[in-house]
């Protein structure tokens, strides 16, 4: 009798298997583009921190600052192009290169992102929300 049951189980169909892929490619896309929005609203806020400096007579910070929208904003632009695929490797590329700059970068990434998601007020940005890219890069407290 069992094996009735498992010879009268419905079989996967070619067309499932290719209606899930589909699913999950589109997820997968609509993730690389929210990560390369938040890439690109981090160059933007580096722009500012630059623009900002500018104004300070800073120039020094402001070019650093700049140029490193500049870096910022063409990774936001490999996000939105390249495959998943491309992504793990140029990073996976980067890393063995520059393993003490990437591990830099990985953490700073990742307080930005932190800082943005979940604010940065003194009790946690309950109260106060999100805060401006442009506030975390400058120091401002808001």
């Not at 979940?118 to 975390?136: C, I, S, T, V």
Request: aromatic share 2%; net charge negative; charged share 25%.
């Amino acid at each position: 009798m069992p094996d009735d049951c498992a010879q009268d189980a419905p079989k996967p169909s070619g067309s499932l298997l290719d209606e899930v892929r589909s699913v999950a490619v589109q997820l997968i896309e609509e993730q690389k583009n929210r990560a390369a929005e938040v890439v690109h609203v981090l160059a933007d806020a580096l722009r500012q921190t630059g623009d900002t400096m500018g104004e300070r007579d800073d120039k020094l910070v402001a070019h650093y600052a700049n140029r490193a929208a500049e870096g910022v904003e063409h990774l936001s632009q490999a996000v939105r192009t390249k495959t998943l695929s491309g992504l793990a490797e140029d990073t996976a590329e980067f890393a063995r290169r520059q393993p003490k700059l990437f591990v830099v970068s990985a953490a700073a990434v990742g307080f930005l992102l932190g800082q943005l998601i979940h604010g940065g007020g003194k009790d946690g940005g309950a109260a106060e929300g999100p805060r401006k890219p442009a506030d975390l890069i400058v120091g401002r407290d808001i």
